[in-house]
């Protein structure tokens, strides 16, 4: 069973929260805590070998914890996602992939898009292609299709697996802290659009992928987890974009695994992350 909890911070935080596993007779098998000291804010992740009420659990380590704490005890251990794309494929790939062996920690209940290049790798997966096509100049409409195919489906997290769309922040609003974007650049370099091509204009010795929580300011959400590779003066901008499609995938991946997980912690426009 987990535990996830962040609270402000106080002396004597990691002993209350223990003292009240201790006393429901549940073996802590890990435990990982941070502190923000100029945020005086409390992170902590537990891990127990036995599963207990989930309610009761819960109430008791509230009556131990600051009114404002967030605790959840025994997330989801299997999340629900609804995957967004436009015509690339490699991100998607690979999720598609993790999903049919159940090395995903997730289940992906349908996939979006804003083109139908991607339906046919859906369908040899057995897994919805729901085409929403994009048009310019009704973007009300355009996301609120895409909003109600959603609700359809409730799930834990949306995922941009290149999805090449800005979405509207009334859309952003309605899932806080739900939407997880792969943006092809180390950031907060090269935040936007084209960016190996801006990467090669400027002749950077290196190239990367952000995964990111999407808020309405674009590409300047919550950092996940991040990588780069080396590139010289041999690549052109196409050679770059090639390279980066690894390491998107790779981004992503881990990206999600640790949210699945339930290792990320974001408070305002930063994440803890206990790998």
């Known amino acids: 069973m987990i535990i996830v909890i962040q609270c402000t911070d106080q002396v004597g935080r990691v002993a209350a929260i223990s003292g009240v596993l201790s006393q429901e007779k549940l073996n802590i098998v890990s435990l990982r805590e941070h502190v923000d000291i100029e945020q005086n804010h409390f992170y902590m992740r537990v891990h127990v070998e036995q599963d207990a009420p989930a309610a009761a659990l819960t109430e008791k380590l509230r009556a131990v914890l600051p009114a404002d704490a967030i605790v959840q005890v025994n997330p989801r ?14 991100c998607l790939t690979d999720i598609l992939v993790r999903h049919h062996f159940k090395t995903l920690g997730a289940q992906v209940q349908c996939v ?80 936007g659009a084209n960016p190996y091509k801006r990467a090669f204009e ?69 994440t803890v992350v206990f790998e």
């Open 77 to 90: 251990p299997e999340k629900k996602i609804v995957v967004m794309v436009t015509k690339e494929y490699h």
């Open 112 to 191: 979006i898009g804003n083109h139908t290049t991607l339906q046919n790798i859906c369908e040899r997966f057995d897994v919805p292609f729901c085409p929403v096509l994009h048009d310019p100049a009704d973007k009300i409409n355009f996301e609120a299709a895409i909003h109600d195919i959603i609700g359809q489906y409730k799930p834990d997290y949306i995922v941009l697996a290149k999805f090449m769309r800005i979405l509207s922040p009334g859309f952003v609003a309605q899932f806080p802290g739900r939407i997880i974007n792969i943006h092809h650049s180390f950031l907060p370099a090269f935040a």
């Open 202 to 270: 400027r002749g950077v010795k290196m190239i990367g992928a952000t995964a990111h929580f999407v808020t309405d300011e674009l590409d300047e959400g919550p950092i996940i987890t991040q990588q780069i590779i080396p590139v010289n003066h041999t690549y052109t901008s196409t050679s770059m974009v090639k390279a980066g499609r690894e390491i998107e995938t790779s981004v992503l991946a881990r990206a999600l695994q640790l949210v699945f997980d339930d290792r990320v912690f974001v408070y305002k426009n930063k």
